[in-house]
């Protein structure tokens, strides 16, 4: 079991920056995949970044404004956020998944409680 605890989130300016932080409860050292997903009132949940040993992926909405990273050493993920605009406005949750097996089941997929992300004027 893995406790994901969000934080960083807040009201920003069109144009500005933001940074999420999510602290995991053990290593995540051994995790094969950290990622962030965000949900807009009336849409659904929809992967923002992911990383993993073998490299990022990103949403074509963020990429190039979006960056993902993690320390281990201090058991969290990052993401970073600028270029902010109006449309990226969600509620942010951070997710830390197993990776998935032959028979396309995951050994893990854990969800933090979510962080509101506001950006207007």
């Known amino acids: 079991q893995v406790q994901l605890v969000e934080s960083g989130g807040g009201l920003v300016q069109p144009g500005g920056s933001l940074r999420l932080s999510c602290a995991a409860s053990?290593?995540?050292?051994?995790?094969?995949?950290m990622g962030w997903y965000r949900q807009a009132p009336g849409k659904q949940r929809e992967l923002v970044a992911a990383?993993?040993?073998?490299?990022?992926n990103y949403a074509d909405s963020v990429k190039g404004r979006f960056t993902i990273s993690r320390d281990n050493a201090k058991n969290t993920v990052y993401l970073q956020m600028s270029s902010l605009k109006p449309e990226d406005t969600a509620v942010y949750y951070c997710?830390?998944?197993?990776?998935?097996?032959?028979?396309?089941?995951?050994?893990?997929?854990?969800w933090g409680q979510g962080t509101q992300v506001t950006v207007s004027s």
């Open positions: 053990r290593s995540i050292f051994s995790i094969y995949a």
């Open positions: 997710n830390a998944k197993g990776r998935i097996l032959p028979d396309g089941t995951a050994p893990y997929d854990y």
């Open positions: 990383i993993t040993s073998a490299g990022t």
